[in-house]
């Protein structure tokens, strides 16, 4: 799935010895930990090793004297009384593993003592058991399940939070990641996530006029005020006006020269309220995968390319986009894999120059070559892999020359993934490829036109999110990163109409390794030869019928 490219780089390395300690791909936890509510789920979610682990290295970041204080994800409606499948913040469950909502973790720099018990350095406050509602929705851990499964040192109910006795005013620096705004208050419980908030703020004297889009100013002030002061420029005046109207801000904006930038830099205000270091030590943290996140970003990874194999063995020009998601969707859930990383794209001829094309509703596929851009999500963690395939089975001399281009800058982009390399090298690899290439063929003329047809960068971390935390800074081993060149050239284009509704985008899921590189999901078919041999076989599927509906 794209993410397109930022105009400025917005993650601040962290110093690498800070997690020399502990953070990399050979943590010894076992993965297998049974963690339920209930009887008979799967037994390969991550370990509680793991997450206190990842809690430990978190607390090793934080400054001196101060607390991080995490919520979990609102519910979120759908419609009416009905609510969207509840999906946990990916940092939250990073940290924890819990997967329900209506809690908050406090994690302390240095011991404390709450309600009672001394020593804590780790307290998560959770939804308490209630029969009722469980009824209806489903079971929940609750305090003794939470500290049976997932063994945090404290741990209460929620209800708790809102009386913890937490000496917030005693701390140098309270951190935290942007609060949620949009979160329903339900009148019936007094300890949900809005209350949870709502205390939060009271009770840690948070300002009402708290803004975190001024400390993503201030750090990228300090981090490019003055090699990248032209586009830092332009791009604070853009990110609205409590950034614009802020003093630290307006003096910056002011300075002309380098002398008055860096005095301007230098006067930055102090605040007890940080969002910035939590959002750097989770990059940090997050965009190095361990061997237990490995096994299940690798199943994920396995499970959509197994789904792309027997969709190009059953596609038939007669099939409807919606139903080859369905076919990609089904095998996943049928591997185990709870859900999809994102919407699945699916779209045929002009339909797949559409970027995050998820309509998917084009009834026949016909001839036109369909893009599916599908990623199975197992235990939190997704893939993303993108085929792009000619539904009669063989493509057409134009198609293949599109499509043989863009698999020429995916191999360049390829090798460009090494240890060390730019994150954005294989990026610069694979456009360079594309640009020459269209040139060749007449498509375009100068190289700086190629961003009509190519207009998204090819790199991405994968991981808790398909679009995954990370620095951005040079790449490393353990990262696991997209490589997906593309080229789109909708109807209308100014080009020969040979090449109109052709949309070609090949991705794959790449570890960086301590040599170079695994392709993930090359189980998939990538080459012409390849593709077009699946096509050629028996599927599974070719005998599953339904009745036809009158």
Known sequence: ???????????????????TSLLGTGMSASAQAPRAAGPDRP?????????KQRRELVRQALSPGSVAVLFAAPVRNRANDVDFTYHQHPDFYYLT?????????VLFKEPQSINGQAGVTEALFVQ????????????????????????????AENKNFLKSGIKWAGFSQVHFLPLPTDVRN????????????????????????????????????????????????????????AVVQDPYVQAYLAAKTEAQRKKAIADKPSSRFDTALLDETLDRLREVKTTEELALLRRAVRISAVGQQEVMKHLRPDMGEMEVQGLHEYIYKKYGAEFEGYPSIVGAGNNGCILHYTQNDKPQVKNDLLLMDCGAEYHGYTADVTRTIPPSGKF??????????????????????????EFQAPNAAAQQVVAQGLIKLGIITKSDEARRYFPHGTSHYLGLDVHDRGSNGALTAGNVITVEPGIYIPEGSPCDKKWWNIGVRIEDDILITANGYENLSREAPRTVAEVEAMMAKTSVLDNFKLPDLR
């Open 1 to 19: 799935m794209l993410q397109l490219l930022p105009t400025l780089a917005c993650r601040q390395l962290l110093p690498a010895l800070l997690f």
């Open 43 to 51: 037994a390969d979610f991550l370990a509680p090793a793991f997450h």
């Open 97 to 105: 593993g819990y997967e329900e909502p209506e809690a908050v973790l």
């Open 128 to 155: 308490p058991r209630d029969p009722k509602a469980e009824q209806w929705t489903g079971r929940r851990l609750g305090k003794e399940g939470v500290q049976q499964q997932l063994q945090l040192q404290y741990v």
């Open 186 to 241: 339900d009148a019936q419980d007094p300890a949900d996530l809005y209350d949870l908030v709502a205390a939060f703020r009271e009770q840690a004297a948070i300002p009402s006029n708290f803004d975190p889009s001024l400390a993503q100013a201030y750090k990228l002030i300090q981090q490019y005020g003055l090699a990248g002061a032209d586009r830092l420029q332009a791009y604070l005046t853009g990110m609205g006006s």
């Open 396 to 421: 057409s001399p134009a198609q293949r020359q599109i499509y043989e281009l863009v698999l020429a800058a995916q191999e360049a982009g390829f090798a460009a993934c090494k240890p060390g390399a």
